[in-house]
């Protein structure tokens, strides 16, 4: 057995090997050197597991996480590099929507916004969480927008990362268009379907728009990045068009007035829904915006986003 003075000359040994891995770690986060994990996990709600990302820790007691909501028709999956880089500060949740990814399908065959939205207050329910800073990217700010609506004593601050904001003609035109229904064929043919609607996407907006007026003016996706995103939409493929219909659905130059809590809405200058923000920002009670140059990394849309969280 272990005596007093052993044991206390092992466990000063411990603080002082903690200490001095606590002062690398920081140093190599200072440096650039330092990579955050992020780990994967489910929980359990009614319609089944939801999947998720996370990564990072409480840095003080007092600190809230960051629940993050990834755009259509991909996954958590697409805001991994974010959630590493956001997670350097902080505890950083990133779920899959009902539907997309790992997670369980939507109960309703034709779900609104307020029925995501409360999807994601029953996550975070069965996660122990009371309440967070919110990021929504494109789908997952609209998402976020009802969420805050109807629980703004959960969400602290909230961050837009491109909103739908269409008029009314565009919406229509959209819900019509955007996301058919697609299912399994016995050609195959919906494989090719899934690459070119991915393809168009990085191209062009709407993606069924395939003129110089609706161009976007991108670098081509590599083949490596449509099969990625190719393989998330076959994997969402019954149900990819829902969350896209429910935007397109829904009454956001109504809704977003209702919002109390402070909200950063930007959007990257690559983005097409970039063109909302300033619209956006002027229905938004206490608000403030940017829009990110094309030349700005994920590394500045980090440091953006923890500016205005840290406020």
């Known amino acids: 057995m272990m005596n007093r003075r052993a044991l206390f000359n092992s466990t000063?040994?411990?603080?002082?090997?903690?200490?001095?891995?606590?002062?690398?770690?920081?140093?190599?986060?200072?440096?650039?050197?330092?990579?955050?994990?992020?780990?994967?996990?489910?929980?359990?709600?009614?319609?089944g597991l939801v999947h998720y990302r996370h990564a990072g820790h409480f840095a003080e007691a007092e600190d809230l996480p960051l629940y993050m909501m990834h755009a259509s028709p991909?996954?958590?999956a697409g805001l991994d590099g974010?959630?590493?880089?956001?997670?350097?500060?902080?505890?950083?949740?990133?779920?899959?929507?009902?539907?997309?990814?790992?997670?369980?399908?939507?109960?309703?065959?034709?779900?609104?916004?307020?029925?995501?939205?409360?999807?994601?207050?029953?996550?975070?329910?069965?996660?122990?969480?009371?309440k967070v800073d919110l990021y929504g990217s494109h789908t997952g700010a609209n998402i976020a927008v009802e969420f805050v609506i109807a629980h703004p004593d959960r969400v602290s601050r909230l961050v837009f990362d491109g909103v739908?904001?269409?008029?009314?003609?565009?919406?229509?035109?959209?819900?019509?268009?955007?996301?058919?229904?697609?299912?399994?064929r016995d050609d195959g043919s919906h494989l090719l379907w899934a690459w070119n609607f991915l393809r168009d996407m990085g191209q062009f907006f709407p993606h069924y728009r395939r003129d110089p007026k609706h161009y976007l003016a991108r670098p081509m996706q590599s083949a490596e990045q449509l099969t990625s995103r190719v393989i998330e939409v076959l994997k969402a493929l019954p149900h990819y068009?829902?969350?896209?219909?429910?935007?397109?659905?829904?009454?956001?130059?109504?809704?977003?007035?209702?919002?109390?809590?402070?909200?950063?809405c930007m959007a990257h200058k690559a983005d097409p829904l970039h063109v909302s923000v300033e619209e956006a920002a002027a229905l938004v009670p206490n608000s403030t915006r940017l829009v990110l140059p094309l030349t700005a990394s994920l590394v500045d849309k980090a440091r953006a986003i923890n500016d205005f969280l840290e406020r």
């Open 12 to 47: 000063v040994s411990a603080m002082l090997l903690s200490t001095l891995q606590g002062r690398q770690a920081a140093a190599q986060r200072d440096s650039g050197d330092f990579a955050m994990h992020v780990d994967r996990a489910f929980v359990r709600i009614k319609e």
């Open 74 to 76: 991909g996954s958590s």
């Open 82 to 130: 974010l959630v590493a880089k956001l997670a350097e500060g902080r505890r950083v949740i990133a779920a899959d929507t009902l539907g997309y990814g790992d997670s369980a399908a939507p109960i309703p065959e034709v779900p609104d916004l307020i029925y995501y939205a409360d999807s994601v207050a029953r996550i975070l329910d069965a996660l122990s969480i009371d």
């Open 164 to 184: 739908a904001l269409f008029d009314k003609v565009l919406a229509e035109d959209m819900l019509e268009n955007y996301a058919p229904r697609v299912g399994p």
């Open 241 to 264: 068009h829902k969350g896209y219909r429910a935007v397109f659905r829904h009454k956001t130059h109504q809704r977003l007035p209702l919002i109390t809590v402070p909200t950063f």
